[in-house]
Structure formats: C-alpha cells, structure tokens
C-alpha cells in the first residue's frame, strides 16, 4: 500500500469519525460506547460526555481475553463490558463504532454488548 493509499485511508476513516461523533453523545442514563480496533484486538469504553467522566472499559490485553483470538476476542470483550455496565448500573448505551466499518470485530464487540444484556 503506497503513502497515498494510506493517507487517504486514514483520511476516510477520519471524516465517518467525526460525521458519526456529531450525531450522538453520551450521557449517565445512556452513556456512548467507543470501540478501538487495534491489528492485535479490540477495546472499549463506557463514556458518559456531559460529565467527561469514564463508567467501565475492557481491553485485549486482560488475562481471560489475550489468549482468545479475532472476533471471539472481540464477542467475549463486549459481554465483559456489559457485566462491567450491568454494574455501574447501565441498561442501555450509544455504540460509538469510532470510524471503523461495522462488521467483523467491530460487529462482533456489537453482539457480545448486546448478549452480555445492554441494549445498544
């Protein structure tokens, strides 16, 4: 892939970021989830913006989802952060796909949220 081929990438990427961010926020009743897709996993926040304050995250680098791989990686890290919102009292919550298309690990982070109980 050239320089120019990669700018334009990040490019692209850039503008669904902002063009998405200005559409939702998050707030305590239900707070925005922004995913980061990395080449070696996925992570995730709970972010309630009109605070500016952090309610729960996950990231690959924990004990029980290093070792798993791909989209599982990415399912058991959205049922983690589920459990994690469950606790801090979140039933609901705007999914912040951060630029990122919405399929493979991305979607598969989706699904685990949603299976862990959290209406996204």
């Known amino acids: 892939m050239s320089v120019t081929a990669t700018k334009l990438k990040n490019t692209r990427q850039m503008r669904r970021k902002r063009r998405v961010r200005a559409k939702i926020s998050g707030t305590a009743e239900r707070p925005r989830i922004s995913v980061v897709r990395s080449n070696r996993g996925v992570s995730a926040q709970l972010i309630d913006d009109i605070a500016g304050a952090t309610l729960a995250s996950v990231n690959w680098t924990e004990a029980d989802l290093r070792k798993l791989s791909g989209q599982d990686q990415a399912k058991k890290a959205g049922e983690v952060l589920a459990e994690r919102a469950k606790k ?33």
Request: glycine share 18%; hydrophobic share 40%.
């Open 88 to 120: 801090a009292g979140v039933e609901s919550a705007v999914f912040d796909r951060n630029g990122y298309l919405y399929h493979g690990r991305v979607k598969a982070f989706a699904e685990g949220v949603r299976e862990g109980g959290v209406a996204v």
